[in-house]
């Protein structure tokens, strides 16, 4: 029998500590006005310097958990999309794991910054239609302040912290309910547009995000509405069969553009940008949670998921809810 990847429920969390463009005015040489215009953001979450991206996840994971009405024995799998793990290793997924008490099972961390989610989502997939695992909490979790140049001012104004989460159910028999395709992409030849200037293998430090802002966008909006077209063809569905796009939230004018190219009205893009900065891999789980606990993303609609991010990688993903 045929087997779909169903979303039982979601769940998110966001540190308590806003910080303004106005507080960012007192750190680097910015101004409320240059973030805005070029990036769309307001503000963003910054987390406790004892709060571990792991503590977040464990929030946004129990949020979903609480939500299914769900046990955490009768999950099987724990995959965490993260930039920003706690240590090398061992991975995010496992302190999730313990915290929750969760028992042995398949746990790992996901490795594709911006487009993190999305890559967790599919390889969750995969394993529920090859009948591998029935019931895994998918999770992008960030702390990015943690590796933010904080005298860099056309990075650290543009990044956040925060988590997502939602359960993947498989489900058999009727309805039309589930993941219906993912489109993951990487090339490594566009992988010195966007970096950190360390790691374990190298400087022994995690090192701090530099980014070439301008190659990055020219390459964001083309690639997102490549992936986005492809997987609207592949399914014979163009964008009016669409209810809501939520997009990562690089950036507002890279969702603009994206939108306009896939003729997509704003109305349908679900937007947090200007609340939550770039918050990586946890910014597309953010922003659907969000729109489903206020009911505008509702039962039997079409949803699309976009990202992109370091490597370059980029990725979509249809989904019915
Ligand atoms: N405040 C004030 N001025 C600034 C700031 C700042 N925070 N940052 C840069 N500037 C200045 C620059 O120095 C430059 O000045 P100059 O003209 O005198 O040299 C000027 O503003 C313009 O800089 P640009 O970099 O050309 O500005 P741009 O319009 O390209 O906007 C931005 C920059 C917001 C970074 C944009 O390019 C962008 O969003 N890029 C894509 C980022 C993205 O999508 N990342 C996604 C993946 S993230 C990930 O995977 C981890």
Redesign the pocket.
């Known amino acids: 029998m045929k087997i779909r990847s169903v979303i039982r429920a979601t769940g998110s969390y966001l540190p308590e500590r806003i910080m303004t463009n106005a507080d ?1 005015e007192n750190v ?4 409320d006005e ?2 805005r215009q ?2 769309g953001i307001k503000e963003r979450r910054i987390a406790g310097e004892n709060e571990k991206t792991s503590d977040l996840a464990v929030n946004a994971a129990r949020a979903a958990l609480d939500r299914a009405g769900m046990k955490a024995s009768e999950i099987d799998g724990i995959i965490v999309a993260t ?1 920003t793990p706690d240590q090398t290793f061992p991975s995010v997924a496992v302190s999730v794991q313990k915290t929750l008490d969760i028992p042995v099972c398949t746990a790992f961390d996901v490795q594709a ?3 993190g989610f999305v890559y967790a989502l599919s390889i969750a997939d995969n394993f529920i239609k090859a009948g591998q695992l029935k019931r895994i909490l998918v999770i992008g979790a960030e702390k ?1 302040s943690a590796i933010l140049n904080w005298e860099d ?7 956040g912290d925060g988590a997502g989460a939602l359960i993947l159910e498989a489900q058999t028999g009727e309805g039309t309910s589930g993941i219906i395709s993912s489109h993951l992409y990487a090339d490594g030849r566009l992988k010195d547009l ?1 970096y950190t200037d360390g790691g374990p293998g190298t400087t022994g430090q995690s090192g701090h ?1 530099v ?1 070439h ?2 190659e ?2 020219k390459h ?1 909006v083309n690639l997102m509405a490549q992936v986005v077209e492809e997987a609207l063809e592949t399914n014979g569905l163009t964008a009016a069969d669409v209810e809501w796009l939520v997009p ?1 939230q ?2 507002i ?2 969702i603009e553009a994206t939108a306009k190219k896939l003729k997509l009205p704003m109305d349908k893009v679900i937007v947090t940008v200007e609340r939550h900065g ?1 918050t ?1 891999a946890a910014s597309i789980p953010l922003a659907f949670d969000e729109a489903v606990r206020d009911g505008r993303i509702k039962p039997g609609q079409t949803v699309l998921f976009e990202a ?4 370059l990688t980029w990725a979509a993903s249809l989904v019915r809810i």
């Not at 680097?28 to 101004?31: E, G, H, R, W």
């Not at 001012?153 to 990044?159: A, D, K, P, Q, Y």
């Not at 992109?308 to 490597?311: L, W």
């Open positions: 960012l680097v040489d910015t101004s240059w973030i070029r990036s930039t910054v911006c487009s990015m001012r056309t990075t650290c104004v543009l990044f966007l995000i980014m802002g301008r990055v966008f964001a990562h690089a950036n004018r890279i770039n990586s992109m991010g370091g490597g």
